[in-house]
């Protein structure tokens, strides 16, 4: 616990290249199970992480410590029910995983993630400054170790909604950004190198 709060303000941000999303809205329903290879979303491989399409996943392998990794869809979207399964392969317990949604580029967009150890934290960047509405906290929907966790953010105007596992976690009213971009990303803390998360059946339905 001592070592996510120490991290909070000094993770390293990195991207797959920035891959500008379409400035239409999506259509709804958007779906991706990661079976094609060749859906869109950005890959990598050097020596900091691999971004790969893997037996049907999108897995990320972050080799180094204190830094973010992301892969985005390409997309943009409003309003709308983003969801997607993530389950850590393997590395430390103390780790970071989640999603990011209304993404103007890499230097802006909103974020939430949860830990391998049963922690959650939102927040957003805006012009590549890390904030967080809230620090790392723990929340007994959280399913811990490498149990496949249901991540769900339900973007409704400036209304955002955060679940796990179809259970509510908390809401913020926010108007920094009303579109964009989604993706999913993963992090390492301090000395804790090696998280690995593979994101499997991605989707973005209209808000009921």
Known sequence: MLTRLLCVLTLALTACGVMQPTSSLTPLPYSDDFSNPNSGWETLSDLNADVTYDAGTL??????????????????????????????RGGPMDNGFGVIFRMQDRNSFYHFAISSDGYWRAGYVQDGVWNNWDDWQPHPAIRLGSQVNRIKVVMQGTKLSFFVNDQFIASREDSLFASGDIGVFALTLIDAPGTDVAFDNVRVSAVE
């Open 59 to 88: 897995r990320i392998v972050i080799k180094r410590e204190n830094l973010i990794q992301w892969s985005a869809a390409g997309q943009r979207f409003g309003d709308g029910v983003f969801e997607v399964d993530a389950q850590p």
